[in-house]
């Protein structure tokens, strides 16, 4: 039976990976994925959309808009080929209004939406917080913070200093962003005072 999950993690907790190995599996198996990200992810060449990990796995994905429609892009690829999955990474930046769209693409097909829980001030982004309401299916993807314990925040550094404020979505890696657990978060920000 099609459901729709959640699986979500810290940056660098290999969630993109996960969405590329989980893509392969299916395709081995001769079904048809439709991979997906928001188009807020800006990292790629307008010309070639991709999923990208930081060990290296890559596939091509569509993306998809703010106020474009998951429903009318699964209809129009599953009318070129039968769509057995959607995955869906970077699902955070999806609208809440798309996440209820996967809610009822996932009568028809399993849907796995992969993304950050939360944001670089520990708030739940629009298209998680829709997730965590709606998903039949919660996974955390650990990762471990610099101290050793699990890590919960996606800290923010700019110039080298941890910050708590700024726009909720800036677009980058590890050169603007480290996994940490709560404490270590509130250290780093602590330095700044």
Same mark, same amino acid.
């Given at each position: 039976m099609p459901k729709l999950y959640f699986k979500y993690g810290t940056m660098a907790s290999?969630? =993109?990976?996960?969405? +590329?190995?989980?893509?392969?599996? %299916?395709?081995?198996?001769?079904?048809?994925? *439709?991979?997906?990200?928001?188009? +807020?992810?800006?990292?790629?060449?307008? #010309?070639?959309?991709?999923?990208?990990?930081?060990?290296? *796995?890559?596939?091509?994905?569509? &993306?998809? =808009?703010? &106020?474009?429609? !998951?429903?009318?892009?699964? #209809?129009?690829? $599953?009318?070129?080929? $039968?769509?057995?999955?959607?995955?869906?990474?970077?699902?955070? !930046?999806? /609208?809440?209004?798309?996440?209820?769209?996967?809610?009822?693409?996932?009568?028809?097909?399993?849907? *796995?939406? %992969?993304?950050? *829980?939360?944001? !670089? /001030?520990?708030?739940? !982004? @629009?298209?998680?917080?829709?997730?965590?309401?709606?998903?039949?299916?919660?996974?955390?993807?650990?990762?471990?913070?610099?101290?050793?314990?699990?890590?919960?925040v996606n800290a923010r550094f700019v110039n080298g200093k941890c910050v708590e404020d700024?726009?909720?979505?800036?677009?980058?890696?590890?050169?603007? %962003?480290? =996994?940490?657990? %709560?404490?270590?978060?509130? @250290? @780093?920000?602590?330095? $700044?005072?």
């Amino acid at each position: 039976m099609p459901k729709l999950y959640f699986k979500y993690g810290t940056m660098a907790s290999s969630k =993109s990976a996960q969405a +590329l190995m989980c893509k392969f599996n %299916y395709e081995q198996k001769g079904m048809k994925v *439709l991979l997906v990200k928001p188009a +807020l992810d800006t990292r790629d060449d307008e #010309e070639e959309r991709m999923v990208r990990s930081r060990i290296g *796995l890559t596939a091509k994905c569509h &993306t998809i =808009s703010p &106020t474009d429609s !998951f429903v009318a892009l699964f #209809e129009r690829e $599953n009318a070129i080929s $039968n769509i057995d999955i959607i995955i869906v990474d970077e699902a955070q !930046f999806c /609208t809440a209004e798309q996440i209820d769209q996967l809610k009822q693409l996932s009568r028809q097909v399993s849907v *796995l939406c %992969y993304g950050l *829980l939360v944001d !670089f /001030t520990c708030h739940l !982004f @629009e298209g998680s917080k829709r997730l965590v309401e709606l998903a039949d299916s919660l996974q955390e993807i650990k990762s471990v913070c610099r101290c050793g314990r699990k890590s919960s925040v996606n800290a923010r550094f700019v110039n080298g200093k941890c910050v708590e404020d700024g726009p909720t979505i800036m677009i980058g890696g590890d050169e603007s %962003y480290e =996994s940490m657990c %709560y404490w270590c978060w509130q @250290e @780093e920000l602590h330095k $700044n005072k």
